[in-house]
């Protein structure tokens, strides 16, 4: 399971997850650990903590959802979660990190590390969109070059 942070416009748009340029980057890095995108986006649930586009950021880019907003939409993925019981759950960029991890660590405390939390494995992933520049730093590479090797190893241990 993917969970991302929020539907963007295009997503909107388009009706699937992680369909615009954010998802050409997350599909090369699962592409990397094995997965193909079209058959990924057949078997595997992606979903985000808020279910509804939070609109436009001032300046450019996507506004975050509020914690008003994030809190709204918990029952939901909290639902989600219930019923297709994930062995393995890609969180993707911070917001979905922090639903996650409450204490909010750093991105590289958690990217690049395997974690078992409520008995389901967790490989926290940045976002992957051009707006972030985390991604961008050497350092920060390798994190995500770790949680892709760990990606590829849960991908076989599951049979995906």
Known sequence: ?????????????AGRPFHAQSG???????GRAGFDEA?????????????CYPGK??????????????EACRPFLEAQLALIEPTLVIPV?????DWFFPDR???ARVVGQRHVIDGRVLIPLPHPSGASRWH????????????????ERERLRLGA
């Open 57 to 70: 950021a001032p300046g450019s880019g996507d506004r975050r959802p509020s914690p008003i907003e994030v």
């Open 39 to 51: 058959e990924f986006r057949m078997r595997q649930y992606m979903t985000s903590v808020t279910k």
């Open 136 to 151: 961008q730093f050497p350092q920060n590479r390798k994190r995500i070059e770790r949680a892709i090797r760990l990606i």
């Open 93 to 97: 960029g911070k917001l979905a990190i």
């Open 1 to 13: 399971m993917i969970v991302g942070q929020a539907p963007g416009a295009r997503e909107v748009e």
């Open 24 to 30: 050409t980057r997350l599909f090369q890095w699962l």
């Open 105 to 107: 660590p750093p991105l």
